[in-house]
């Protein structure tokens, strides 16, 4: 009698713990993500970093301030600071300069979403003055000093004729 307890005993031990393990997917904000992807005018897919395009999306329209990196104010090296470190983890320098000198050097055509865009913003075209991070599809977000924060394209004229490099960080 008792062995036949301990076996029963096991068995509804073994169902009942098997019945509160359970996988799931990930949990995903599709509302959050058809905002960003309507405000950001960009198709997100289940393959991109879906934080990314979010937390993105609730900088659009966040107003220029030098030395800022809040959503009251921020600059170009402020935005990417704070994106990084929401949605990497990954606490970067402060300054454009500094965050080049953090990455891995990338060519514009090996550009992944995440990657870091440097620009130059005096007519050496050598100096890193203002720094995006890259989405997809040849756009990226940044924080323009006319305009706040945004979404500009790659092969628009002011930032072929001033892109210095792309950068991944390690």
């Known amino acids: 009698m008792k062995n036949l307890l301990f076996k029963i005993f096991v068995f509804c031990s073994l169902i009942l713990g098997l019945s509160s393990c359970h996988t799931t997917a ?17 198709d997100i897919t289940h393959k991109d970093n879906h934080k990314l395009y979010i937390e993105s ?17 921020t600059d170009c090296s402020g935005l990417t600071t704070q994106l990084y470190k929401s949605v990497y ?5 402060r300054s454009s300069k500094d965050q080049k000198n953090a990455c891995k050097t990338v060519s514009k055509r090996n550009l992944r979403e995440g990657d870091l865009l440097f620009f130059s913003t005096d ?5 890193v003055g203002h720094v995006g991070i890259y ?9 323009s000093t006319t305009s706040g924060v945004r979404i ?7 930032y072929v004729a001033n892109w210095i490099s792309g950068g991944r960080v390690h």
């Open 123 to 127: 007519r050496s075209k050598k100096r």
């Open 152 to 158: 500009n394209r790659l092969d628009e004229p002011y």
């Open 89 to 93: 983890g990954k606490n970067l320098p």
């Open 26 to 42: 990930p949990k995903r904000d599709y509302s959050a993500l058809a905002k960003a992807s309507v405000k950001m005018k960009i």
């Open 57 to 73: 999306a609730g900088w659009i329209g966040t107003p220029y301030r030098v030395g800022g990196m809040s959503k009251s104010g």
């Open 135 to 143: 989405l997809k599809n040849g756009k990226f977000i940044h924080a």
